[in-house]
């Protein structure tokens, strides 16, 4: 197995994160992964928004975990509150996918991108749709004009990067997901 | 620069191909990264069908350049007849990606993760939307029944894989896209 199937076959999805800010070096590194995504047409329907400010991240967490305990079903909130009660995790640094309209798919290889960039350099990472929650309906305005969202730009997705606390395992995959169609 | 680093930066979309089917061990690795991805709350809402019969990719083809051809907009039939007339490039294998409904950012990391594993691997690829043009709609249906697609199941993307003829570059990464938000 080379280099990048083994970084890919032992990535997992970091839900706890402790100390600070990985190397400045390592997030542009990451950065520069992102934006070497391919995409539809060549087009590169995205922004990426790091945000290094644990502030303003910690104030974005505490916006959306007081929206989703004000929902009906409260099931998100109750299992964000079993895993720490952080909806980022305490994760020092969000990669913010902004998006043009209709460009998902786009999005998920760019997520991806960094997902891999970050495990390669050791680093924990999570693609994290839930900053959608803070971001969106009139109380996350003012968030998105910090962040500058630009006209007609949505968001995304995110990726939080930072140090792993623990060590966590990658999902068993379902090989049953896979067939061939071969000529017989 | 570390490996996945490397075949990230240097990862191109190839819209050539030459020979025959790659090692099926390749393929195998391919398929096995692609059920790695990480997806929203672990669903996995993909399947993955390896189409190595190429028959079947150029009746496909065929069909793809024959409903191009006849619409009105004419610039993507007269794109692809600049580039040798062949909707896949004379590809020998199809992943071919089939999604749930509303999970494009889950299939986008899924064709990134197939990229990547191809690209480590030193097979050309190319991440193929084109493939939904002669599978859907009513035209769609005799392919759609052969490949089996299951109720409900929708065409996500393809990625198409094989040998590269002759050698690509990959883009320009365009670093204004990337724009910090730090603590001040």
Redesign the interface.
């Known amino acids: 197995?080379?280099?990048?199937?083994r970084?890919?076959?032992e990535?997992y999805?970091c839900r706890a994160y402790e100390g600070g800010l990985p190397e400045r070096e390592k997030i542009e590194?990451i950065?520069?992964?992102?934006?070497?995504?391919?995409s539809?047409m060549?087009r590169?329907p995205?922004?990426?928004?790091?945000?290094?400010?644990?502030?303003?991240i910690d104030e974005m967490d505490a916006e959306g975990m007081r929206i989703l305990s004000g929902m009906e079903d409260r099931s998100t909130y109750e299992r964000f509150m079993g895993r720490g009660g952080k909806l980022f995790y305490n994760a020092p640094c969000m990669f913010l996918i902004l998006k043009q309209p209709g460009t998902?798919?786009?999005?998920?290889?760019?997520?991806?991108?960094i997902?891999?960039?970050a495990?390669?350099?050791g680093l924990g990472h999570?693609?994290c749709?839930m900053a959608g929650v803070p971001l969106s309906g009139d109380t996350g305005k003012s968030f998105r004009q910090?962040?500058?969202f630009p006209e007609g730009w949505e968001f995304?997705?995110s990726v939080l990067v930072g140090f792993a606390k623990g060590v966590g395992a990658?999902?068993a995959?379902?090989?049953a997901?896979?067939?061939?169609?071969?000529?017989v």
């Open positions: 197995m080379n280099e990048t199937l970084v890919i076959a990535r999805s590194a950065a520069k992964a992102a934006v070497q995504s391919p539809g060549n590169q995205w922004q990426i928004v790091i945000i290094t400010d644990k502030g303003f998902d798919l786009d999005c998920g290889i760019v997520s991806e991108n997902s891999l960039a495990a390669s350099l999570v693609i749709g910090r962040i500058g995304g997705t990658p999902h995959p379902d090989m997901k896979i067939r061939y169609l071969e000529k």
